[in-house]
């Protein structure tokens, strides 16, 4: 009677992650295996990741995203668009299976695939509304110090990461909120209404 009580608890603990919906509140490394000790990737803020399993203070995730052909260590946010989701390794081996395969304006082969890691437990939030709230707060913060705000539809997706690179070092930034701002204005930059 116990064990089976104990297996009900622990079905349904695991259960209660399964697929759900969760978002990256700083960078995170990942790992190809549960018991895996040796960093492999590093997950970027906001990014979206669906939990299959909980164990032993990791979590197995599926982040979906999109890959230039010849290029396995990148994993975007959207095709043609160089917002990071997570950065591998190359000597990585982390299971990523292809969703669907597509040609960029630029004849470039994008392919949409879903890649399946592991991290630590830690620095998921279900709120993605708030993430967002507290990176344009630390953008305001910092910059409106120098000059007037800039919108984030000012600039594009692939401009940002220069904008902000070129006036980190006048900010007090930290960088884990160089990360998480620059994520922000990414994703909801000119080019990217409605994605």
Known sequence: ??????????????????SETMYTSSVKNL????????????LLPTSEVKVIEKKDGKVKVEIEGFMKAGVSNAL????????LIAGLSKS?????????TSTGKNGTEWKKVVLTAYTKD?????????????ANKVFKDN????HPIHASTEFTSNQWPSMIKSMISRTAMTKEQNYLVTQFLQKHAKDMKGK
Request: aromatic share 12%.
């Open 76 to 83: 975007y946010f959207a095709q043609g668009k160089r917002i």
């Open 122 to 134: 830690d620095n998921l939030t279900k709120d993605l509304d708030a993430l967002y709230e507290e």
């Open 143 to 146: 910059c409106a110090m120098c």
């Open 1 to 18: 009677m116990k064990k089976s009580l104990i297996f009900g608890i622990v079905f349904l603990t695991i259960s209660l992650y399964a």
């Open 92 to 100: 990585g081996k982390f299971d990523i299976k292809t969703i669907s």
């Open 31 to 42: 790992f190809e295996t549960s018991n895996s000790t040796a960093s492999k990737g590093r």
